[in-house]
C-alpha cells in the first residue's frame, strides 16, 4: 500500500475511533480491529482464501456429466439419439487434485494472516509515530507558554528595577 493511502487510512480510523475527547488518543485496539475489518488489502486476502477454500471442495468432486443429443444414420436406423456420459479419474488424481487444492486454499490462508500482520505493523508503527507528534506538540505548546509566563515576569521586573542588568 503506498504510504500516502497508508496514512490517509490511518487518519481515517483514528477519526473513526476517537473518543469524544480530543485530548486522548484513540484506542489502539480499535484502530487494529477497524483496520482488519476495513483494509482493502486484508479483504482482498480474504476473498482470495474463500475463493481457493470452495475451490478446494470442488477438487474432491467427479466432473459433471456431459449429455450429447443428435440424429443418428447408421444403416439405415434414422432417428433421434442422446448419450450421456461420465468421466470416472483414475488412480489417485483425484485426491491429488483435492490434496493440491486445499495445500493452496492452506497458501491463501496464510497469506491472509501475512497481510493481516503486515497492516497491523505499519497501523502500530504510523500509531506510535502520530502519538510522538501529538506529545512533541503538547510539550511545544507547554513550553510555549511558560516562556511568555517568563517574558511577562523578566518585562515586570525590568519595569520595576528589580532586574539585575549585565
Known sequence: MPRSLLARSIGVLMVL???ARASAPPDLDALVQAA???N???QAARAKFAEAESASTAAGLWAAPS???GIMNVAGLAGPSIAISQAIPGGD???LAQKAALLDAQAAADEVAATRLDVESKLVAAYYREAAV???ELIHHEVHARLKELVHVAAAKYSSGQAVRQ
Do not use: F
Open 17 to 19: 475511533a476517537a473518543p
Open 36 to 38: 482488519d475489518t476495513h
Open 40 to 42: 482493502p488489502e486484508i
Open 67 to 69: 449429455v450429447k443429443s
Open 93 to 95: 488424481k483425484l485426491s
Open 134 to 136: 501529538m506529545r512533541m
